[in-house]
């Protein structure tokens, strides 16, 4: 029951900016988007969140649309050991520790 | 600041075991939340603990289980193991998990294997 829709894969180059799309709809106002990363077999780990200005910290930026049905993450030069998979979630402030992921883009950056 | 700690990291268990996963949260943080990642299922909430009481439950079956103790460490287990509890299971921490600006921060996981 995630409430966002992800591509299912996507390529970069290495050195590149990774411009990953993510579309939550549905989402309510009190609702942050959060994004966070898997490489394999590892715990997921937190990249960024935003409510609707735009973010940034020293992994990636945030991009989320003024009606904020859809966002944008971007990785701005892309590294090999940035290859994960990258899960896009919406869960409201009140109750952000039951987190539904849906099944995330598999990002592969390539030399 | 250490991170989240979980421990075994894998596990061997035959069906009708149960079995028993401990997780340490990052110093500082009061909220302990579980969650089940499968190939097929991808990854699931299982259930948030705060401050001993369980805040918040998944969709799972009562073999499923949880605690947490004073001191924040929580542990999850589950009884008559089925070869479909083969997974990763993976503890996150918080500080509260009421804030706009709390974070949840993931442990390495254990391996579950069910043979």
């Known amino acids: 029951d995630a409430k966002t829709t992800q591509p299912p894969s996507m390529d970069c180059a290495e050195g590149r900016a990774a411009n990953l799309p993510c579309n939550h709809s549905t989402i309510s106002g009190n609702e942050y988007v959060y994004w966070y990363r898997q490489i394999h077999s590892q715990g997921p780990q937190y990249i960024i969140h935003?409510?609707?200005n735009n973010e940034t910290n020293e992994m990636a930026s945030l991009i989320i649309t003024e009606d904020r049905k859809s966002s944008t993450l971007i990785l701005p030069h892309a590294t090999l050991r940035d290859t994960a998979v990258y899960y896009c979630?919406?869960?409201?402030?009140?109750?952000?520790?039951?987190?539904?992921f849906g099944a995330g883009t598999r990002l592969t950056v390539k030399p | 600041k250490a991170g989240v700690t979980q421990t075994p990291r894998y596990l061997i268990k035959t069906r009708g075991q149960q079995v028993t996963l401990s997780c340490s949260p990052i110093s500082g943080h009061r909220s302990v939340s579980w969650y089940q990642q499968t190939p097929g299922q991808g990854l699931q909430f299982l259930f948030e603990y705060f401050s001993e009481t369980q805040r918040n439950k998944g969709n799972f079956p009562g073999r499923f289980s949880g605690r947490q103790f004073s001191n924040s460490r929580s542990e999850m287990n589950v009884s008559t193991l089925e070869l479909g509890d083969s997974a990763l299971y993976l503890c996150?921490?918080?500080?509260?998990?009421?804030?706009?600006?709390?974070?949840?921060?993931f442990g390495p996981g254990t391996r579950l294997t069910v043979l």
């Open positions: 979630i919406v869960s409201p402030s009140y109750n952000n520790n039951d987190m539904r």
């Open positions: 996150a921490s918080s500080w509260a998990g009421s804030r706009s600006t709390d974070t949840q921060y």
């Open positions: 935003g409510l609707k």
